[in-house]
């Protein structure tokens, strides 16, 4: 089983639509869990943390289940600019010093359409 | 404010033929570095780190190497490129080791005919 799994997409979805990626881990051990997002033939920003509150950042939330090892980014009355591919990053470790590498998802990629 | 170069933007090489990459950050003393890799159809695959000058640890073993001669120069190199080495390589910095935010350069598109 892949560390870090996505669905590859691509979601075609008209603006105003809300779309949904989901992503799943492999390593019950996994502790730090974000989205970021890559545009085409773009570097890899970060868009978001994911808490286990589950966060909300404007039109973008995202959610963890622990229990599924399940991560989710949702994103509502979508924008053209929000055409890109979304990725899934998991880290073993905290997050902060001394921990582990981060584990990238091969992205979901989002195509919003006029 | 922190940059990070990186370049040639766009490269295309024979196979067999030699490689060098660079990247250099700005605005920070001692980052983190990192080389990865981005394959077709695959995630980002990370090859090297750097916590300092003349400091790498390699991921996955391959036929690519890299260097950090300064604090801020992080090079990736090859002797001889293989057509599987074809992908958009992207250098990267944090201020933490394995920090969350990855700030990475404009990426480098490798083809290897």
């Known amino acids: 089983r892949k560390e870090v799994e996505q669905d590859p997409g691509p979601f075609n979805v008209p603006e105003g639509a809300t779309v949904a990626f989901n992503c799943t881990y492999s390593n019950s051990a996994s502790q730090s869990f974000f989205w970021y997002r890559q545009d085409c033939r773009k570097e890899p920003k970060l868009l978001m943390s994911v808490y286990s509150s589950g966060n909300e950042d404007g039109r973008f939330t995202a959610q963890l289940n622990r229990a599924s090892q399940y991560i989710s980014l949702l994103i509502r009355d979508s924008k053209l600019s929000d055409s890109a591919t979304y990725l899934c990053?998991?880290?073993?470790?905290?997050?902060?010093?001394?921990?582990?590498?981060?584990?990238f998802g091969k992205g979901t990629r989002l195509s919003v359409i006029a | 404010s922190q940059t990070i170069h990186q370049w040639p933007a766009t490269l295309v090489q024979p196979v067999g033929s030699p490689l060098s990459l660079e990247c250099t950050v700005e605005g920070t003393s001692n980052p983190n570095l990192y080389w990865y890799r981005q394959a077709a159809g695959r995630g980002l695959q990370l090859l090297f780190y750097?916590?300092?000058?003349?400091?790498i640890s390699s991921e996955v073993p391959q036929n690519l190497s890299a260097s950090r001669p300064q604090d801020r120069q992080f090079i990736l190199s090859s002797k001889k490129l293989l057509l599987s080495d074809s992908g958009f390589y992207l250098c990267?910095?944090?201020?933490?080791?394995?920090?969350?935010?990855?700030?990475f350069g404009n990426g480098t598109r490798l083809t290897v005919t």
């Open positions: 990053v998991v880290n073993i470790g905290g997050g902060g010093s001394g921990n582990t590498p981060l584990v």
């Open positions: 750097s916590v300092g000058i003349g400091q």
């Open positions: 990267a910095w944090s201020v933490g080791l394995w920090e969350v935010t990855l700030h």
